[in-house]
């Protein structure tokens, strides 16, 4: 079970950085990079290429050694990650989100230019978490910073010092790293302030049909949190409502012994950014009280889709005509962000809609112009309106027509929709307390909750 | 110095042996910091990134070794794993620096000169090596300990018997009580690796070291927890009680954040339960199964990918895991295309009466998307459906016809293919609908299509008022036909002679379109069947018409299911490439070592009767070209699409003639070696099984869809339906 390394390709395919390949040949990671960039070249859509290529090769006595190529998309460069053996793909590509995590963690965003620019970094992080082998040494952040210094840091010690480090070989290498008995935590932290911030992000993910029932609605959760405390916190987090959390996964530092026993998190967190927890949101009633009104229906265990569109959609040689009606069900919150994304086929050509509405029920501030807006983008083809801001109960027109080269156009069954909320939650958790106990001082915390909705609807 | 930092860009130019080399020595003299000597270094990694080849400055970059600054230290060990294989004449000058670094009083230093050495497999290097890994496996830092024993792996790889006669494989051994979780689980992933090759020593786990690994699973690193409950495999339970403990303690890892950590767990669940008594016990793993594969398909769409590979695999063993969440796998337009096509699959798997109704309204819903190859599926999903699930028939028909009548150039032809198969499956029942499709004749462009259509005007020519009509316009360009397309055209004519064997038109007719086959074709297949019915005809047109519309055998779907054995043997590989491809690995991977259930008192007896046990040979592998989306299996069969013309020809009875009923030995001898050649393979998918190789119908059991054809039910095991338990 070991990988056998990695590449890193910049957008028109070439390799930026490689991991060592020690134990294949060196046309190995060759192969597998043409088999990607011949697989993309010969896609139609880019994100229709198999994620796992199959990539016959030979050894150096030609016989076949068959290996498989997963890849993943990161911001505009490709990880590769060749495997061969009775390897798990899945173990392949949780190395790589692991990877893209850690890269995030060091340069802020992953380019191909950051990657560049701070290719020594890259190289020791390759070096620290992956051995020649493909076995994944060191993954949690919190550990690595202590092997590799993230470029920040580097310059400030190394402007700082007068003279190299004379006993230990670097300053802040040594005697840190790995001292914590916590694998996933450093020791001696120390912080002035000592907070944690719990941020809850729930995504309903739907499909409704186009009568408005909705086909398949989830609600998918997560405790994005960020801790800064000193000494080695352990902490206890209970909820009013810990039955709305289902299907969990944890963060590695949660004791899963307790919480199959009385539904409290109790863990020592990693210093910094993590997610503590994974969950999905299955409302238990019939009447899920996301909006209050629940319309008949909709069965218990689907979670209510906060907004309804109506959908004229006429498709005629050359074009169609669209009517849109979107109303938002919340009744005292205002929706963000909402865009509705339409498809209108490969031949499409253009379109020109008139928007209209912000009528609403209750009270509210008044929609600025320039809120709503609509736009074609001829490259994918898509049909796109924005509404910035969506009071509740409003309601917003889009009227319009498209035009296409083909006489007979398929636009896309479905509009996608997304939108957000503040201060809001599908599944109205709410944390109860925070206890901490093995350091003496008292944290500063906070509980943020933050909806964002991804509703596919079917005309 | 920190204004260097974040151009580091510019150091990826071209830059040449010599240049570097002088830089280097003009750095030994009055380099403030090391500066110079890291500036030149980076260079020199930087062109090594890019594939040049900088072996040149071997003896130069050597010489930094000795300077007492980490990062140094870094990039020239680095150096050395570049470069350090290709030098052995030079390797014995980096010794010396070697052996210091390991007995460094910096952990870090300690554990990269293992490393490094163990990437240089020269027997210089290597002897070295094994005298200080003897310590370093002992060491008092946890971080080397775990080094050094990954560093056993490749000392092993190099030179197996220098590994063992070292005794390192005992004190991996040992590793495996450390205290520390990373130690533990760093030692479990060396054993392993070592345990799965060929000439490597057996690795099999006993009870106590199993609780043990299972102690030190909460407090390892996510990769950590992988290795342990992987070699969890390794451990065989004697009693059905072992293995449910052990269940109990590994579903708590199924909350897991890191997929391939669920994934795993979910192998080891599946493997125990093959050593479980207790039925409920059972159904209770079953139940706790299905929420984290579900959770797994919020990842992105490659952990999607290949979480519903898997779960395809596990809902045919298990049927109870995903029984009522069909839902979950309702394609959205968005996704990629290698999703969408993964989720149909195991929607017709999970469909049945209860959830019939909307599985085949999201089908339907699918059949007008934009994306063409997904189309197909669909509308082949929703004949597919309507054979499975009898109840559905009725609606199923009803869609197809719909989705005929929107005359788009790609669905009409899929529907006819489909529609062909449910006549066959519901004999009487639906033939009221082939005016209908007659209508479209002229829509069929592509051979499967034209000769499913074909098969159906030939077959039901005696309800089609103008068959012989329709059968003249079809025969126009018969010459130019592909051979699948004349087959169906010969049978059907045939067809149609026995029906309506009083008509001008239609003696004209067979008569030309024997004579054509006969005479004017070079395919043999085509010429021999001609030449069969012609003389069948000509003897007994009687007798003739009693064999060409003998009564079919009723198909189903049931054998599209894998045995029972190869599932369980493959299940074995959850979560591996085998279970991508569903091919068991040592088919396709060289020196992978095969998987089997292994018997003890406690495997339960079913599991047993269906087990295939492990064959020690392995076969040489032989080059073969590959088809389709899977490896090639070393084995070969024929790939499954296209479809083999042959099989086209549906009017011979699959049950011999009596003898007494054939009037002339001449034609029974014909008869009979029509049997040999193109018989009763009709609607099987054209795959000769090998009699010793329960995996040779595997691809008939996945994935393609001309392969997922409905089959006789005599090939299928009885009458097994989807929902039949297969637990005993």
Redesign the interface.
């Known amino acids: ?2 990988i056998d390394g990695i590449i890193i390709l910049d957008n028109s395919g070439r390799p ?3 991991s ?1 390949f ?2 294949c040949s060196p046309a190995y990671p060759l192969l597998h990079i043409d088999a990607l960039n011949n697989a993309l070249a010969k896609s139609t ?1 880019v ?2 290429v ?3 290529i ?1 990539v ?1 090769t030979y050894d150096g006595r ?5 290996s ?1 190529c ?1 890849h ?1 998309l990161c911001g505009d460069i490709r990880i590769v990650c060749p ?9 392949a ?3 790589l ?1 692991g990877f893209v995590e850690i890269l995030q963690e060091y340069f802020g965003t992953v380019s191909a ?1 950051t990657l ?5 970094v890259v ?2 992080l390759l ?1 620290e978490t992956l ?3 493909g ?2 040494l ?3 952040t919190n550990a690595l910073r202590d ?1 590799v210094l993230p ?1 920040s840091l ?3 010690l ?2 700082n010092l007068s ?4 006993g ?3 300053p802040a ?2 005697a840190g ?2 001292a914590s008995p916590i ?2 935590r450093k020791a001696g932290l120390r912080y002035n302030n000592n907070d944690i911030y719990f941020d809850v992000v729930e995504e309903l ?1 739907a ?1 409704v ?1 186009k009568n408005g029932t909705p ?2 609605s ?1 609600v ?1 959760g997560k405790i994005e949190t960020n801790a800064k405390l000193s000494g080695t916190p352990d902490l206890l987090l209970t909820f009013t409502n810990p039955q709305v959390l ?7 530092c949660v004791r ?2 307790r ?2 026993r009385d539904k409290s998190l109790s863990f020592v967190p990693p210093d910094g950014h993590f ?1 503590l ?2 969950y ?1 949101y299955v409302p238990s009633g019939p009447a899920s009280a996301v909006t209050g009104s629940g319309t008949p229906g909709v069965r218990g265990e689907l979670v209510h889709v906060p907004i309804v569109l109506k959908s004229l959609i006429e498709v005629n040689e050359f074009g169609g005509t669209l009517d849109l009606t979107l109303t938002s069900r919340l009744a005292s919150r205002a929706m963000e962000n909402l865009s509705a994304e339409l ?1 209108l ?2 031949e499409a050509t253009g379109a020109s809609c008139m928007t209209s509405g912000g009528q609403w029920g209750g009270g509210g501030a008044k929609s600025l112009p320039g809120d709503v807006s609509w736009r074609f983008d001829s490259k994918k083809k898509v049909l796109r309106w924005e509404i910035q801001n969506m009071p509740s109960s409003s309601t917003f027109h889009l009227r319009g027509s498209f035009t296409s080269g083909a006489k007979n156009p ?5 509009l ?1 929709i997304r939108f957000e909320i503040h201060q809001h939650s599908f599944s109205a958790l709410k944390v109860d307390q925070l206890r901490l106990t093995g350091e003496g001082y008292k944290p500063y915390k906070g509980v943020r909750g933050r909806c964002v909705g991804d509703v ?1 609807w ?1 005309w | 110095m920190s204004g260097q930092h974040g151009q580091d860009a510019k150091f990826f130019q071209r830059g040449k042996i010599e240049e570097f080399r002088t830089e280097l020595q003009a750095a030994e003299a009055k380099d403030k910091k090391f500066l110079k000597r890291k500036i030149v270094l980076k260079k020199i990694v930087a062109n090594i990134t890019m594939g040049n080849d900088m072996s040149p400055l071997f003896t130069d970059v050597v010489q930094c070794l000795g300077t007492p600054l980490l990062e140094i230290k870094k990039m020239v060990y680095l150096f050395l794993v570049s470069y350090g294989r290709s030098k052995p004449d030079q390797i014995h000058l980096v010794i010396p620096s070697f052996l210091q670094d390991c007995n460094d009083r910096n952990p870090l230093i300690r554990a990269l000169a293992i490393r490094t050495m163990s990437y240089i497999p020269i027997p210089v290097v290597t002897e070295s090596l094994s005298d200080q890994l003897r310590h370093c496996l002992k060491d008092r830092d946890p971080y080397v300990r775990k080094t050094a024993a990954i560093c056993v792996v490749k000392v092993y790889t190099a030179e197996p018997r220098r590994a063992e006669k070292n005794g390192f494989v005992e004190l991996l051994r040992d590793l495996m009580l450390d205290p520390n979780a990373t130690v533990v689980s760093n030692a479990v992933a060396a054993l392993s690796e070592i345990g799965d090759r060929h000439d490597g020593v057996i690795f099999k786990l006993n009870l106590t070291i199993a609780n043990k690994l299972l102690t030190a699973l909460g407090e390892s690193s996510e990769w950590g927890q992988i290795y342990i409950l992987d070699c969890l495999l390794r451990y065989v339970p004697e009693q059905h009680e072992d293995a449910e403990q052990m269940a109990e303690r590994v579903i708590i890892q199924l909350q897991h954040a890191n997929s391939a950590v669920v994934l795993t767990a979910i192998k080891v669940l599946l493997y125990l339960m093959n050593y479980m008594g207790d039925r409920q016990t059972i159904d209770y793993i079953c139940k706790k199964m299905g929420p984290p594969s579900v959770t797994l398909l919020s990842s992105g769409p490659e952990v999607q990918y290949v979480a519903l590979r898997n779960i395809l695999l596990i809902i045919q063993r298990r049927p109870a895991v995903l029984k009522n969440d069909v839902k979950v796998f309702f394609c959205k337009y968005n996704d990629p295309i290698y999703v969408k096509l993964a989720k149909l699959e195991i929607m017709y798997r999970l469909a049945r009466e209860e959830n019939a109704k909307e599985v085949l309204a999201e089908l339907y819903e699918y059949a007008t998307e934009v994306d063409i190859d997904f189309v197909r599926k669909a509308v082949r999903s929703i004949g597919r459906l309507a054979i499975k699930v009898e109840p559905a028939a009725d609606s199923c028909i009803k869609t197809l016809l719909g989705l005929i009548e929107t005359k788009v150039s790609y669905v009409v032809p899929e529907a006819i293919i489909v529609i062909k198969d449910i006549f066959r499956r519901y004999p009487g029942k639906y033939e009221g609908i082939i005016p209908t499709l007659c209508e479209h004749l002229d829509a069929l462009e592509e051979p499967e299509a034209k000769a499913a259509m074909i098969w159906i005007v030939g077959q039901f020519a005696d309800k089609i008022d103008n068959a012989d009509e329709l059968l003249d316009d079809l025969l126009y360009t018969f010459k130019e036909d592909p051979v699948e397309v004349q087959l169906a055209l010969l049978t059907a004519a045939v067809k149609l002679f026995v029906y309506k064997s009083q008509s001008d038109a239609t003696k004209e007719l067979v008569h030309k379109v024997l004579k054509w086959a006969t005479e004017e074709v070079d395919n043999p297949d085509l010429r021999d069947r001609g030449f069969m019915y012609w003389r069948l005809l000509a003897i007994n047109p009687a007798i003739a018409g009693e064999i060409v519309l003998a009564e079919k055998p009723a198909i189903t779907t049931d054998s599209d299911r894998m045995d029972r054995g190869a599932l369980d043997q493959l299940l074995l590989h959850t979560g591996t490439l085998g279970s991508i491809y569903h091919k068991n690995p040592e088919t396709f991977i060289r020196n992978a070592a095969g998987k089997a259930l292994i018997d003890s008192p406690a495997l339960n007896a079913h599991s047993r009767a269906v087990r295939i046990p492990l064959s020690r040979n392995v076969t040489e592998p032989t080059t073969v070209t590959v088809a389709g989306p899977g490896p090639p299996e070393t084995h070969t069969q024929k790939p499954s699409p296209p479809p083999i013309p042959v099989d086209i020809d549906t009017s011979k009875p699959p049950p011999p003639i009596p003898t007494e009923s054939s009037p002339s030995s001449e034609s029974k001898d014909l008869l009979e070696m029509d049997e040999t050649t193109s018989p009763d393979i009709d609607d099987d998918d054209a795959v000769p099984s090998m009699a010793n190789d329960p995996y040779s119908n595997i691809d008939g059991a996945f994935g393609n869809y001309m392969a997922d054809e409905p089959q006789p039910m005599a090939a299928g095991k009885g009458s097994r339906r989807d929902l039949d338990d297969l637990l005993f």
């Not at chain 1, 495997?83 to 173990?91: A, I, M, T, Y």
């Not at chain 1, 560049?116 to 020594?120: G, S, T």
């Not at chain 1, 003279?163 to 004379?166: E, I």
Request: proline content about 9%; aromatic content about 12%.
């Open positions: 079970m070991a930026i950085i490689q060592g020690r134990s859509r994100g229709d198999d994620p796992i199959y016959p030609d016989a076949l050694l068959p498989a997963c993943i495997v061969s053996g009775e390897v798990d793909p899945l173990f590509f949780a190395f989100q230019a560049k620019d701070n290719f020594d190289y020791q070096e051995d020649s082998g076995h994944p060191t993954t949690s092997i470029p580097i310059s400030k190394l402007a003279t190299p480090g004379a230990g070989m670097s290498t040594g790293a790995f694998p996933w993910r499909v049909n086909l398949s989830n998918w289902t299907d969990c996964a944890f963060h590695p899963l012994q919480w199959t997610i927890l994974d999905r498809y086929g490969e398929r636009p896309a069954r479905a996608r596919e079917r």
